[in-house]
């Protein structure tokens, strides 16, 4: 079965912190890149961070400072660790995998609330 697995999410205070999981099967997860986005009812995806093969990370300007992505290819996981949250994070937050350039599978989501 080749799939990716978002979990992690939930209901959150601002200010609070969320640590996201974006499982692989099926896949050499270690020849991958991650990309993490998120999208609003109503609103554009938008890319959150990238985390190459070689554990280089990349962050949107809204996220940056704020977020971090990791990988442990043992686990075939990458990590979306969120702070300070804010009520404009709320979203479905989806991870997919890209060699190449080129985008190749994407999970289903999990949904971050930030509300007070």
């Known amino acids: 079965q080749v799939q990716l697995v978002e979990s992690g999410g939930g209901l959150v205070q601002p200010g609070g912190s969320l640590r996201l999981s974006c499982a692989a099967s099926?896949?050499?997860?270690?020849?991958?890149?991650v990309n993490w986005y998120r999208q609003a009812p109503g609103k554009a995806r938008a890319l959150v961070g990238v985390?190459?093969?070689?554990?280089?990370?990349n962050y949107a300007d809204s996220v940056k400072g704020r977020c971090t992505i990791s990988r442990d290819n043992a686990k075939n996981t990458v990590y979306l660790q969120m702070n300070s949250l804010k009520p404009e994070d709320s979203a479905v937050y989806l991870c997919?995998?890209?060699?190449?350039?080129?985008?190749?599978?994407w999970g289903r989501g999990t949904q971050v609330t930030v509300s007070s």
């Open positions: 985390i190459s093969t070689t554990g280089d990370t």
């Open positions: 099926g896949i050499i997860f270690s020849m991958y890149g």
């Open positions: 997919n995998v890209w060699r190449s350039g080129v985008s190749h599978l």
